[in-house]
């Protein structure tokens, strides 16, 4: 065969396997890992099933806890899709146990694995031990439970409280924003939760928490452009603005007030009280 018929032959034949190969990597789909950006805080399982708990820090700290769950088949190490799941987390204590405030749990929009949550962890013990995690779950119309002891770490400032309301009721108060505070106006965020049992603890509507925030080591000075805090049913939580001034450490001092505006507990911050009993602190 003549030179010039061999090129085109030749040219023709790396075009068509360039194009081949262009083509089955526009085939190829990239995989997405679903919990990129997440930490994972255990493993729980089964003869079944790896129930994997994942937040941002890798710890399960006391005061507000966003978890995101996956579910993985033992058999096959792939993970479900569709499945419903509840929870009960449970405190030991000496001669009594206890759970906490908790959400339900959902799919995670645009997610095809990943369901969220959260938890709020009222106390724990210095080591971090006390608390165990029930997971109840339905794939497939079977149902399954696993339970499992957890870890809560001590937060290093009062994120969560729990008192007795002037009303004899039992409420814990945790803070979940801002979670990166920042020097001028902040969203504020609380849960408010009332024990009607060990463990029921169910959302507390329509009341007012008011807002002063102080810096202890500066003179005990506030800051302008506070604003109480409201309950919004869109979020079932409260929300107001917090305004920082400047970097160090906050209490924040609160009163809660029902809906008749009577105070349930905490004080106005005066010369003379220097402090709310009702409070949560913050430092950046």
């Known amino acids: 065969m ?50 994997e708990l994942y937040n941002n820090s890798g710890y399960f700290y006391t005061g507000y806890n966003d978890v995101s769950i996956r579910i993985k088949d033992n058999t096959t190490d792939t993970f479900y899709e569709d499945f419903t799941i509840s929870w009960m987390p449970m405190m030991q204590m000496p001669m009594m146990q206890h759970s906490c405030p908790n959400s339900a749990i959902a ?18 013990n210095t080591d971090g ?45 945790a803070l979940l924003e801002p979670t990166a505070p920042k020097i001028g106006i902040n969203t504020m965020k ?23 925030p102080r810096m202890p080591g500066m003179g005990n000075h506030t800051s302008p452009n506070n604003t109480d805090l409201t309950y919004s049913s869109v979020n079932e939580n409260y929300q107001g603005n917090l305004s920082l001034t400047m970097t160090g450490y906050w209490v924040l001092n609160l009163e809660l007030m029902d809906a008749m505006d009577n105070i349930l507990k905490g004080e106005a911050v ?5 402090q709310s009993s009702l409070y949560l602190e913050l430092e950046f």
């Open 129 to 173: 031990s006390g608390w165990s995690l029930t997971l109840n779950y339905t794939i497939d119309n079977v149902d399954y439970s696993v339970t499992d002891t957890i870890t809560v770490m001590q937060y290093e400032n009062q994120n969560v409280t729990s008192f007795t309301g002037s009303d004899n009721v039992k409420y814990v108060l």
């Open 190 to 212: 609380v849960g408010l939760y009332k024990m009607e049992s060990m463990m029921s603890f169910p959302a507390v509507e329509d009341f007012t928490v008011t807002l002063d």
């Open 107 to 124: 799919k995670v929009p645009g997610k095809d694995t990943v369901y969220q949550g959260n938890i709020i962890y009222q106390m724990t």
């Open 2 to 51: 003549k030179l010039k018929y061999i090129l085109p032959v030749l040219f023709i034949a790396l075009l068509s396997t360039a194009c081949s190969s262009d083509d089955d990597n526009n085939d190829t789909v990239p995989e997405i890992n679903e919990v990129d950006g997440l930490t994972m805080v255990q493993e729980i399982e089964n003869s079944n099933h790896t129930i």
């Open 270 to 274: 005066t010369e003379e009280n220097t």
